[in-house]
Nanobody, 123 residues
Framework: QVHLVESGGGLVQVGESLSLSCSAS????????MGWFRQAPGKEREFVAA????????YYSDSVKGRFTVSRDNAKKVMTLQMDSLKAEDAGVYYC????????????????WGQGTQVTVSS
């Protein structure tokens, strides 16, 4: 089993940047594709970004492509989400998952989830 802890959330203004981290302990960190999801108040949890086990390939939702960057450091067991040019619609609780898969219907977090970190964007 892998224990995940998200951190880095906070309050920022529209257009500013924020960096989130997902730290893992236990299990094997470098085996699976990992990813980020977010959930805004009253909305369904949605896919944000994913990264292959070796960091060689990254994937983004259309809404964040060009503004967010996902990376991972397997030696340090941490996955990072750099968020630039934040918009009001980016607000929500961000969660990381240690085993992300893509099906015909979309991306799914099939592994363990972290507790989430709150991102608030104000104007």
């Amino acid at each position: 089993q892998v224990h995940l802890v998200e951190s880095g959330g906070g309050l920022v203004q529209v257009g500013e940047s924020l960096s989130l981290s997902c730290s893992a302990s236990g299990g094997i960190f470098s085996t699976y594709m990992m990813g980020w999801f977010r959930q805004a108040p009253g909305k369904e949890r949605e896919f944000v970004a994913a990264i292959s086990w070796d960091g060689g390939r990254t994937y983004y939702s259309d809404s964040v492509k060009g503004r967010f960057t996902v990376s991972r450091d397997n030696a340090k067991k941490v996955m990072t989400l750099q968020m630039d040019s934040l918009k009001a619609e980016d607000a929500g609780v961000y969660y990381c998952n240690e085993d992300v898969k893509k099906f015909t219907s979309g991306w799914i977090g099939s592994g363990y989830w972290g507790q989430g970190t709150q991102v608030t964007v104000s104007s």
